[in-house]
């Protein structure tokens, strides 16, 4: 795309943006609701999930949270591994899920942080995003789910709800890798009307002004860019020159999941170059037409990491890894500053994992997703933005496989996960439609 078509498409008018988000133009009035919900639980660790009717439906305890019936549930590889494994589970019987996409049934009308109107209202068609797997009534796999105002976004008229509900998690993980980990300013990207309030989130800006008591205490390291070394408490980044992630800047990054591929994409809206790292024999046709700058067969890491230094010669600043600690290692071979531009730090984020040993000049990052759930300002921003990549065609969805018949079709789906069957696209649950 030109940069005049470019200008001239992120233009668009208020109205235009606010009328192709799924948003009711009139007051709808609340559906009845019936007396229990079907859900699915988790009963035992290492089994499958059970199908459980006359459950209670959840209640919003407050007036930034709202009642949603699904429609759509996006599958992750945590809702396999976690009851595999037995991690992120704080205690049985448990709801897991991650995302979705449904009919808003119950909203307040306004909010005790403002007098104006909720910005979501009965009736509208929503993503939600659970990332408070302690907080069940907002886990997925249900009937009916709770979602915070600020852990939701309207979803576009232009994008179907199965595309919607595969975008959640993964958008979530990419915003605070490149934004709080990398420390990238999308506020300054010229994505469409600034009166549309469609300026992306300055992040570390918006985490700076929070205090580190309202701040969950493991993530506060990250959000501040401190480091331990040598008893001194370090702040390396808090003052940060506009335009340190530059542009022309290399990012690469490894594997071929969803949230790799919106990274990607995201970290070429804010100037960086593009490497991925993937199994080209399947991936390659499709990560090509979406314009990675360079694409890498992962087939022989050592390879790999030759190809990507000789090609981004000194440049490379940026690595996230999306697939474990063996491959985070060899990104960090490739961030290895022992070329380029002297005193330079490179950066890694290790999505399931970091090196044992840092290299010379490598600074580690792990993604601090609790502050989406734990921070008002950091949800509503990252959503609030999602609106506007979708509404504008911004961000590219990924390709999905949907599944049908709700909840009953939830354990063959994953077991096709656990099998290796889905790779570079996301499966998707639909719903039956209500009669």
């Known amino acids: 795309m030109s940069r005049e078509r470019h200008d001239s498409k992120v233009r668009g008018s208020d109205e235009d943006l606010a009328n192709g988000l799924s948003k009711t133009s009139i ?10 919900q079907t859900i699915l639980l988790l009963k035992e660790v290492k089994t499958p999930y059970t199908l459980t009717p006359d459950y209670p439906i959840p209640v919003p305890a407050n007036d930034n949270e709202i009642l949603i019936r699904t429609q759509v549930i996006g599958l992750n590889p945590i809702d396999w591994k976690a009851p595999d494994y037995n991690f992120g589970i704080p205690s049985l019987p448990h709801i897991c899920g991650r995302d979705a996409v449904g009919i808003v049934v119950r909203a307040p009308k306004s909010t005790t942080t403002s007098n104006n109107p909720s910005r979501i209202k009965v009736g509208d068609t929503v993503i939600a995003t659970s990332t408070d797997y302690r907080n ?49 300013d999308f506020s300054a990207l010229p994505l469409a009307s600034a009166a549309a309030n469609s300026a992306g989130p300055h992040l570390l800006e918006i985490v700076s002004k929070i205090p580190d008591e309202k701040l969950p205490a493991d993530v506060i390291a990250e959000c501040r860019r ?19 992630a530059g542009m022309g800047d290399w990012i690469a990054v490894w594997g071929s999941s969803t949230t790799g591929f919106l990274i990607s994409q995201l970290a070429r809206l804010a100037g960086l170059r593009v490497a991925l790292v993937v199994d080209l024999h399947k991936h390659g ?50 961030l290895a500053n022992d070329e380029g531009e002297e005193g330079v730090e490179r950066h890694l984020v290790g999505l399931t994992g970091l090196p ?3 290299r010379p000049g490598v600074v580690h990052h792990t993604v601090p997703i609790k502050l989406f759930h734990e921070v008002l300002e950091v949800g509503e921003g990252l959503m609030k933005w999602l609106e506007v990549l979708l509404a504008e065609q911004l961000l590219k969805p990924p390709e999905i496989e949907v599944v049908e018949g709700g909840l009953e079709s939830v354990n063959g789906a994953l077991d096709r996960m656990r099998r290796g069957e ?14």
Do not use: W
């Open 422 to 435: 889905i790779s570079g696209k996301r499966m998707v649950v639909k719903f039956p439609e209500e009669s």
């Open 285 to 334: 046709a499709r990560l090509y037409s979406d314009g990675a700058d360079l694409l890498v067969d992962a087939h022989d890491p050592g390879r790999a990491v030759a190809v990507i230094r000789g090609v981004t010669q000194g440049r490379l600043r940026f690595g996230v890894d999306t697939v474990g600690k063996e491959t985070a290692e060899h990104l960090a071979d490739a």
């Open 356 to 358: 044992k040993e840092k």
């Open 226 to 244: 401190a480091q331990q070394e040598d008893g001194e408490r370090q702040f390396a980044y808090d003052a940060r020159k506009p335009g340190e």
């Open 27 to 36: 007051s709808v009035p609340e559906p009845e609701l019936p007396s229990s």
């Open 136 to 184: 069940t009534s907002k886990s997925t796999f249900q009937s009916y789910i709770l979602a915070s105002l600020s852990n939701t976004a309207l979803l576009p008229a232009s994008i179907s709800p199965t595309t919607g509900a595969a975008l959640g998690v993964a958008y979530v993980a990419a915003v605070l890798a490149l934004g709080i980990c990398l420390g990238i």
